[in-house]
């Protein structure tokens, strides 16, 4: 086992590493979207000046991924290059996520020992709960979306490793002070963490409930007591890490929300007003299936029945949580974009049942021909699809690099140091050009987010805060572009943003002279 593990973190390496080579040969290390700058901005400023800020001095409630900001930190603190800190750390924390996966289908599928008696389904030898395990863990490490999630430098590799191991332990039935903790620890990952918590909290009333009354064929009075106290327990372990995160928050913004989790919504508010949520929901939920998963559909569908024939309940948590991540997004944050990386947390859990619904379908069916196509096919298609993430990866970084970071070098270069400065993506521009400047998108500039969309009500803002300068894609602001008011001054020349079909960043000149 220990050789197994040893085996699967050096390939997780081994996987991280290829898509960094690439991506350099291409002339490009870096990360494949401006929010991964956004938090080595708030992690430099926490590990070297011990604030949580990303304007330095001022204190910000702009992060949703507060931990994940202090696992960056402690790069800075320790004066590592913070490239290969990052780099490193992810994949770590991405050969410790497909161990546990392994555990955790293990638990679920194939343990005939497992704490959840009687609701094993795959009555297997040694042998085959090896291979089932090794099977999932490796297909986890090799599916595309989380391989180009392990080196984009975003919190993703630690949610996916909390929300496993939240799973593995409540399995494993830990105490519940310990699982509101590990709830905690996810919630301060990222604020949809609370919902799995929640999941596993109601899990560990119904497990209660359904040890004592296997117990006596009547409730006891004591039921509802010792459910309280599971309650009891699991809320202090949860609120004692995340209520100092909800309290500098209600300080700094007068909410308990970071304020991404309202300039998020506003800004794709439109969406949410003219999609239905039944179409917006299906999209979201599609998303994470696109690559060698999809071929696990039928296999998934067949383990979710015969948890469901066999009343196994408890088999069915991480089927919640696939079916209520996309549902939360399609409430409140109705996109796609960056390969769906905000649902990419599902994706271990789909796998878990598709590879387990493999191996119930090999139990049943002993054709040798069905036995090999079904098996080899999503493999050869996994191949393929890890190949694809490396281009689309390196891809990703050479648009973030060549726009974004070329213009925040040119702006730090160029632009006079008493401008005033607007920008729309700000996480390279804060990393390299280290002057306040205003948020159009309301991370860090909060008042902006009442009329994120407005473009009249912005350029009026700009103009009103004297604001010298502006930046941001023209098809974003297609109004302001248009605006003789604003001078382009500088624009990449970027030839694979147009290559994949997008406009290059400009840097206008705001000249009010005539207004």
Same mark, same amino acid.
């Given at each position: $086992? ?34 991964? #700058? ?19 001095? *001022? ?8 931990? #994940? ?34 555990? =955790?289908?293990?638990?679920? &599928? ?18 085959? !709960? ?23 430098? $975003? ?44 999941? =596993? ?11 004592? !009354? ?20 699991f809320g202090f372990g949860f609120a004692f890490l995340l209520a100092p995160y909800l309290l500098f928050n209600l300080a700094v913004s007068g909410n308990i929300f970071p304020n991404t989790f309202f300039a998020k919504n506003a800004e794709y508010q439109i969406i949410i007003e003219r999609v239905p949520f039944v179409i917006r929901y299906l999209q979201l939920l599609f998303i994470p299936f696109i690559g060698a998963q999809t071929l696990l ?23 919640? #949580?696939?079916?209520?991540? @996309? ?10 974009? *960056? ?8 994706? @271990? ?8 619904? $493999? ?13 090999? !196509? ?76 009442? &009329? ?36 382009? =001054?500088? *624009?990449?020349?970027?030839? =694979? ?19």
């Open positions: $086992m220990r050789r197994q593990n040893l085996f699967l973190i050096l390939l997780a390496f081994i996987s991280a590493g290829v898509y960094l080579a690439l991506s350099a040969s291409r002339g490009a290390v870096g990360f494949p979207l401006d929010d991964a #700058w956004i938090h080595q901005v708030y992690a430099r400023n926490l590990g070297t000046r011990g604030e949580f800020a990303f304007f330095a001095g *001022q204190p910000s409630a702009g992060s949703t991924a507060p931990l #994940w900001t202090i696992f960056l930190a402690v790069g800075y603190f320790l004066r590592i290059d913070f490239h290969a800190w990052t780099y490193v750390v992810v994949a770590m924390l991405m050969g410790a996520s497909v161990i546990l996966a392994g555990r =955790v289908g293990e638990r679920i &599928f194939a343990t005939r020992n497992s704490q959840i008696e009687n609701h094993f389904l795959v009555p297997s030898p040694k042998s085959q !709960t090896w291979l089932f395990a090794f099977s999932l863990s490796l297909f986890t490490l090799l599916e595309w979306h989380l391989s180009w999630s392990a080196v984009s430098g $975003m919190e993703i590799p630690l949610f996916v490793f909390l929300s496993l191991l939240l799973l593995e332990r409540f399995y494993a039935r830990e105490r519940a002070w310990l699982l509101g903790i590990i709830g905690a620890l996810l919630t301060l990952t990222r604020p949809e963490g609370a919902v799995l918590a929640g999941i =596993v909290a109601a899990s560990v009333i119904a497990r209660r409930i359904e040890a004592t !009354t296997k117990q006596s064929p009547t409730v006891p009075r004591g039921l509802l007591r010792f459910a309280r106290n599971d309650v009891m327990f559909i039928p296999a998934m569908l067949f383990a979710v029945f015969h948890f469901v024939k066999r009343r196994n309940f408890f088999g069915l948590i991480p089927l919640a #949580w696939i079916l209520l991540l @996309p549902a939360l997004y399609a409430l409140r944050l109705p996109v796609a974009y *960056q390969h769906g990386r905000y649902e990419m947390p599902i994706i @271990p859990f789909i796998v878990m049942y598709g590879i387990g619904g $493999m191996f119930l379908l090999f139990e049943r069916v002993k054709n040798f021909v069905f036995r090999a !196509t079904y098996a080899l096919a999503p493999a050869a298609t996994l191949i393929a699809f890890w190949f694809i993430g490396a281009n689309a990866y390196a891809t990703d970084v050479a648009i973030i690099d060549c726009e974004m970071v070329q213009t925040a070098r040119w702006v730090a270069q160029n632009v006079p140091r008493d401008a005033r400065v607007a920008a729309h993506d700000i996480g390279a521009l804060g990393y390299y050009y280290d002057k306040p400047f205003i948020d159009l998108a309301g991370l860090v500039s909060p008042e902006v987010i009442p &009329f994120i969309r407005d473009e009249n009500r912005l350029r009026e803002y700009l103009f009103s805060r004297s604001t010298q300068y502006a930046i941001f894609f023209p098809d974003w602001y297609p109004a302001l572009d248009s605006d003789p008011r604003f001078a382009r =001054v500088f *624009q990449t020349d970027c030839a =694979v943003t147009r290559r994949e079909g997008g406009t290059n960043m400009v840097v206008y000149k705001i000249v009010l002279t005539g207004k």
